[in-house]
């Protein structure tokens, strides 16, 4: 008697481990198969991404070259973006007129000394001089003027809104292309535009070319503003 439970208790046994191994392989393989559908669903997602990014490129560049019938795509790279400094548009943009307003300061320093090494030149009995001291006082003025519209900038990106740094905003896109210039001359661009989680509408489009308002200077002129607030 005690031989035959024994028995039956060996056979329930394997029974079991049978049908718990057989539900463990139906789960593992459930598992692969949703995780190669998610990481299909993934990818198909990206595709779609860098597609629809490359369509958006297509049409902004056209519309501001010479030759639209000449652009050709050469290199597109799309990333996820967050909102910080450079996606900011009080910053971005006070960063851009602080450029503008320091050249044309730079401008009215150099008018400035040049007028008083005049007036010292020709001394103060010159007909002259007049001129010179004339034109001396209007750049200092527009010096004055300036540095007050430098320092309304300065202050709006010291003092930038904080709160929403690190909120995924949309995607960012390097787009390298070639195209015919005015002159019919084939060149390279490269920009990158800041675009809205649907890829519908650029929030900003930065040059990464040397122009006086690419991206880099811009950049530059934030953090050094920012970093003289830390200290």
């Known amino acids: ?3 035959k439970v024994t028995k039956v208790g060996l056979i329930l046994s394997v029974l079991m481990n049978l049908i ?5 392989f139906l789960k593992s393989c459930y598992d692969f198969q949703s995780s190669k559908s ?5 990818q198909y997602d ?12 297509h049409n902004a560049i056209c519309e501001n070259l010479y030759y639209p019938n000449t652009y050709d795509p050469v290199k597109t790279i799309v990333d996820s973006v ?7 548009i009080k910053c971005v943009q ?6 503008e307003l320091r050249s044309q300061y730079s401008s009215a ?12 030149f020709h001394g103060i009995t010159d007909l002259g001089t007049f001129h010179w001291g004339k034109d001396r006082d209007e750049a200092k003025s527009t010096m004055k003027n300036l540095q007050e519209k430098i320092e309304q900038r300065q202050f709006i990106i010291k003092n930038r809104d904080f709160s929403m740094d690190g909120k995924f905003i949309g995607w960012q896109v390097v787009h ?3 195209a015919a210039n005015s002159k019919g001359e084939v060149s390279f661009g490269n920009v990158l535009y800041i675009l809205n989680p649907d890829l519908t509408e650029s929030y900003f489009r930065y040059s990464l070319d040397n122009e006086k308002n690419n991206l880099e200077s811009i950049k530059e002129v934030i953090e050094t503003e920012l970093q003289s607030t830390n200290k």
């Not at 006070?94 to 450029?99: G, H, V, W």
């Not at 320093?109 to 010292?120: E, G, L, P, T």
């Open 1 to 3: 008697m005690n031989i």
């Open 20 to 24: 718990l191994g057989s539900l463990l």
């Open 38 to 42: 998610v990481e299909k669903n993934k």
């Open 46 to 57: 990206l595709e779609a991404i860098q597609n629809k990014a490359i369509a958006y490129m």
């Open 82 to 88: 967050f909102y910080g400094p450079l996606t900011d």
């Open 94 to 99: 006070a960063a851009e007129e602080l450029i």
């Open 109 to 120: 320093r150099s008018a400035y000394n040049y007028a008083i090494d005049q007036i010292k």
């Open 176 to 178: 390298r292309y070639r």
